[in-house]
């Protein structure tokens, strides 16, 4: 048995029925050699090497301490793994729609966080294995992770051995009690040290604010200048759009190399180009001063490595929507991400686990409703970018052809945009409320011709 972080607890803490904040993703495969059994048998194989995934998560009574994991009793792979299909003909399209039916449901607290579609019926008899994992149980951003479980580098990579499994006996409701009391007993500073910690992060960023900008009242002001009206932010409803984009890596660099930035900054310059062009295909008034404020949790790893990245910083980016011309629009991203360490617009994950680190769970549900008002306050949308590996990958002997990421929307806001690269192309994974953003396939077609406008920039 094992507590949760205050991070990890903060993310249930956030959780709504309608805003599920679960990350899903999308893995299209060949043919598997040996059908969807093998690949349920690979997953199974592999529980062991990921422990949590057995595990689930035990509220402590009255709230006296954070949640706690612990071994399931009635774990049950079938639960997890389930099958599903779509009709004939197996068009893209279909797939999606039942993505987005699967993203749009919560996840069963009672439960391990996490499930697996093992999807039939796709044209050229390609698979797709749909994931969908709280972030709680792994980190949110890493949105390929799940190929520590199911992918290999090589087609024929042998099963691991069974290994016998035996749950721990679930604690009771008094135990929980009485280790929370217990802890407070042993250290009862805990809650005075997480309130100090915080008021100490909050200080160090307000002063770096402060240095950037010439004094501590003008920095409460830009952490707090509420991000511009959008029709991206409206109240969300329970049901969920996803839609996808592709692109050549090859052509991403050959934009940078033409325009100077960095890959991170010409995917958010397309991003940018296409929601200019679906406002407009929407009516909205796009001025020379309309921006979109995106918060961008950046993976803090060189662009040609092979693993995916862990470590994140995010950044609140204004994205020049009003600015007409594709290159001045890269150039504008590039000199903002340049900048926005030394403007101080960085959002550090501490700082972030400061508003809502707060024990016992009663402050911590307090700080995390604050700061959820707080970030529909300060971003219109979320957009992820983590690097994934530039090397085939396969499962159960079925090369894995794309992989897309779906991101959980934030309350109040109607679109997230995730990234990632595999294997010499880049994959937009758009993840929408159905009711303000319906047309979300016309933003990812945007997505794919805005690119297409800044390869030909570049000669």
């Known amino acids: 048995m094992e507590r949760l972080t205050t991070l990890d607890a903060s993310f249930l803490y956030l959780e709504r029925p309608d805003s599920p904040m679960h990350v899903a993703g999308v893995l299209v495969l060949e043919p598997p050699p040996g059908g969807l059994e093998a690949i349920a048998a690979l997953v199974e194989a592999r529980l062991p090497l990921v422990p949590r995934y057995r595990q689930r998560v035990l509220e402590v009574p009255g709230h006296l301490a954070d949640p706690v994991w612990a071994d399931d009793p009635d774990f049950d792979a079938d639960y997890h793994v389930r099958r599903s299909a779509v009709p004939r003909p197996g068009t893209e399209a279909q797939l999606l729609d039942l993505v987005s039916r699967v993203t749009a449901r919560p996840l069963d607290r009672s439960r391990p966080l996490w499930e697996l579609y093992l999807v039939e019926g796709l044209a050229d008899d390609r698979v797709a294995v749909v994931t969908k994992t709280h972030p709680a149980l792994i980190d949110g951003l890493g949105a390929v992770d799940i190929g520590q479980v199911l992918l290999d580098p090589s087609p024929d990579a042998p099963l691991p051995a069974p290994e016998p499994w035996r749950p721990h006996r679930l604690p009771t409701a008094l135990q929980l009690a009485l280790e929370a009391v217990g802890e407070y007993v042993a250290r009862p500073t805990a809650v005075v040290d997480t309130a100090r910690q915080a008021v100490a ?259």
């Open 201 to 459: 992060d909050l200080r160090a960023t307000g002063a770096r604010l402060g240095s950037a900008v010439g004094g501590m009242v003008r920095a409460t002001r830009s952490a707090l200048w509420a991000a511009p009206h959008s029709p991206l932010n409206a109240t969300n409803g329970s049901q969920r759009r996803v839609a996808v984009a592709r692109a050549d890596l090859d052509d991403v660099k050959k934009v940078r190399k033409a325009h100077g930035g960095t890959v991170n900054d010409v995917l958010l310059a397309v991003v940018a180009g296409a929601l200019r062009d679906w406002l407009l295909s929407r009516g909205q008034a796009v001025l020379g001063s309309t921006s979109i404020r995106a918060m961008v949790p950046v993976s803090v790893q060189g662009e040609e490595e092979e693993a995916p990245g862990t470590r994140v910083s995010s950044y609140l980016v204004d994205l020049p929507v009003g600015e007409a011309n594709p290159r001045m629009r890269l150039a504008r991203i590039s000199y903002a991400m340049r900048g926005v360490d030394q403007h101080g617009r960085s959002v550090g994950a501490e700082t972030l686990i400061a508003l809502t680190g707060f024990a016992p769970p009663t402050l911590h549900a307090l700080g995390a409703r604050a700061a959820r008002g707080l970030s529909r306050r300060m971003s219109n949308l979320v957009i992820t970018n983590v690097p994934g590996p530039q090397l085939p990958l396969y499962a159960a002997g079925s090369r894995m052809l794309e992989v897309f990421p779906v991101v959980p929307l934030a309350p109040g806001q109607g679109l997230s945009v995730g990234i990632t690269s595999y294997d010499g192309r880049i994959f937009f994974g758009l993840n929408a409320d159905r009711d303000s953003v319906g047309d979300v396939d016309v933003l990812a077609d945007l997505l794919e011709q805005e690119l297409g406008t800044l390869v030909e920039t570049a000669g």
